[in-house]
């Protein structure tokens, strides 16, 4: 066992705290970081750990050991690496969103290299809540895991709606060329769902799908921000998913919002 892998307590690996005194906030959001190399690992956890609302509770090596370690640890959010050995960033968020309990588990985001890695699609499609770039500068990251934390989208509007335009484009040619999906889709049960949403809520979920934020939604319908925040709270759970990220992929997929339809109109 290397010293950096992950314990009930703050990783080794991480920075200290600034004072031998400090202490976590009581409502401190919890993280783990999950990488494959070492100097990433240690250095998210380090940014992370400098902040009075955060506290790393622990790090993790691969996809396997992340989901131990949320299992033990029971973070409030984790930074997961989409390429890692023994268990894949993928298949990791997979199965801490098919854990008992999940609507209450960690958020997930992901790391990536390219802003439109193709992996990204799937791990939100897994369950993740969103992406970050492994260069993002130390205030968009705290700010990301803040929102997330809160159950809102990661980044942007307009970015979300442009990773999940992009790469629903291209599972249609997939389809058609015969070659199986790693994880079909639930439409089915999305469908169903969707027949549930009153007239009101399906215009604020294909609003938000299609990269408006809750301001925006807003001053389009002429309604509060407050009265867009509810209706959104009432589609998840309606459909039965965690947050906003996970309710525009089930638009796109559902058919709901055309990929792209927008932006031809």
């Known amino acids: 066992m290397t010293p950096d892998r992950a314990t009930p307590t703050p990783a080794p690996d991480a920075a200290p705290s600034p004072a031998p005194d400090a202490a ?21 956890a380090a940014l992370l750990d400098s902040q009075p609302d955060f506290t790393v509770v622990g790090t993790a090596r691969d996809g ?23 268990m894949d960033g993928i298949e990791a968020t997979r199965r801490l969103a098919a854990q008992p309990g999940s609507a209450q588990g960690p958020r997930v985001l992901i790391l ?16 993740a809540s969103g992406f970050l770039l492994k260069d993002v500068t130390a205030e968009r990251l705290f700010d990301a895991v803040r929102v997330v934390a809160e159950g809102q989208a990661l980044l942007a509007p307009t970015v979300t709606r442009r990773l999940i335009s992009e790469f629903a484009n291209r599972r249609p040619e997939q389809g058609d060329s015969g070659q199986a999906d790693p994880e079909p889709p ?42 867009v925040k509810t209706h959104v709270s009432r589609v998840l759970m309606k459909l039965g998913l965690r947050d906003r990220t996970q309710a525009v992929v089930a638009a796109y997929e559902s058919g709901l919002v055309v990929p792209g339809a927008r932006d031809r109109a």
Do not use: W
């Open 186 to 227: 639930k439409a089915p049960s999305v469908h169903t769902a969707l027949a549930t949403l009153t007239p009101r809520e399906t215009q604020v979920l294909r609003l938000v799908a299609e990269g408006l934020s809750n301001p925006e939604v807003g001053k389009r319908l002429l309604i509060t921000e407050e009265t």
């Open 64 to 86: 396997a050991e992340a989901v131990r370690v949320c299992a033990e640890l029971r973070p409030d959010v984790v930074l997961m690496d989409v390429r890692m050995p023994t």
């Open 112 to 127: 990536t290299t390219f802003d439109l890695d193709e992996y990204v699609y799937d791990a939100l499609r897994a369950g």
């Open 24 to 44: 976590p906030a009581p409502d401190a959001i919890r993280l783990v970081v999950a990488d494959d190399h070492h100097v990433v690992r240690t250095g998210f």
